[in-house]
């Protein structure tokens, strides 16, 4: 029986002495350095590399949603201002126009909220875009490939509150199309915003599309096209509502008004001539 303890024991002996020499009786590590100056010597490396690390590498990259709003804007403003739209900084292609809506119009004006996911950088308890501090009541500069403006910062958060969103049947027509984008829309077709389908396509009717012709008297006739159609289509979208108005996309919904629709990489726009 002693000799299978033995080996066992012998081992965990040696191990114990081996081991009482990584700190000695003065508190030293491996009997050259002191415990206490280890530590200090970690930390001050710690930091270097913490410091070093920001100088090559710069603040922290973080995706951050804010809601933002724009008082007052004339036409020319909204009617550039799309869901989807990228936010021009440098080379960065990442921020991105994520909804927009309408809380009040003012004859030609209108004033807006939008939702945007910008790509930011957080240095310490700071958030920046580019070199804009982002910051409650801030306004910032921001540019789409088709409009710059100046909005109000009015929150961080992932939706744009205070709006009912519920899903309405619209007639559009889209007009003297080119044959094959009237048979590239596909019934069942989506448009999504951020993987959230936003409109699809429930039906379509096309039919040739008209223009007026005159003849050598003089007279006028209305014929059909040779070439171009006409497609009538029924749209389920996504829609807000705001202050009793209703919204696609940042575009008002009303019979006769234009809504423009992105169905599976084909943009078409038409005019409601119905709202269900």
Not at 131 to 147: C, D, H, R, S, W
Not at 177 to 205: F, H, N, R, T
Not at 252 to 266: K, R
Request: hydrophobic share 45%; charged share 20%.
């Amino acid at each position: 029986m002693k000799n299978y303890l033995k080996a066992p024991f012998c081992v965990y002996i040696k191990m114990a002495r081996t081991n009482s020499h990584l700190i000695d009786s003065k508190g030293r590590l491996f009997g050259k350095i002191n415990v206490i100056d280890a530590l200090v010597f970690l930390f001050i490396i710690l930091v270097v590399v913490a410091g070093l690390r920001f100088a090559f590498f710069g603040p922290e990259p973080q995706m951050t949603m804010v809601k933002l709003e724009l008082k007052n804007q004339p036409d020319y403003i909204y009617d550039n201002l799309h869901v989807g739209d990228i936010l021009l900084l440098n080379d960065n292609n990442n921020s991105m126009i994520v909804d927009i809506a309408v809380t009040s119009k003012k004859g030609s004006e209108r004033d807006l909220l939008i939702l945007a996911d910008l790509d930011a950088e957080v240095d310490d308890v700071k958030i920046f875009f580019g070199n804009q501090e982002l910051k409650v009541g801030k306004t910032i500069k921001l540019a789409t490939p088709f409009v710059e403006f100046v909005p109000t910062i009015v929150s961080f958060g992932n939706d744009l509150g205070e709006i009912t969103t519920d899903n309405k049947i619209v007639t559009v027509l889209f007009e003297n199309v080119k044959p094959w984008i009237a048979d590239s829309l596909i019934v069942g077709a989506k448009q999504e915003v951020q993987g959230d389908v936003v409109a699809s396509l429930l039906s379509k009717d096309i039919t040739p599309a008209k223009m007026v012709v005159q003849s050598e008297a003089g007279d006028v006739f209305l014929r059909d096209h040779p070439l171009n159609k006409d497609v009538r289509a029924t749209v389920e979208i996504s829609s807000q509502n705001m202050n009793n108005y209703n919204y696609f996309q940042g575009s008002e919904v009303f019979v006769g008004g234009s809504l423009t629709f992105y169905f599976d990489g084909l943009t078409v726009s038409g005019h409601v001539i119905n709202l269900e």
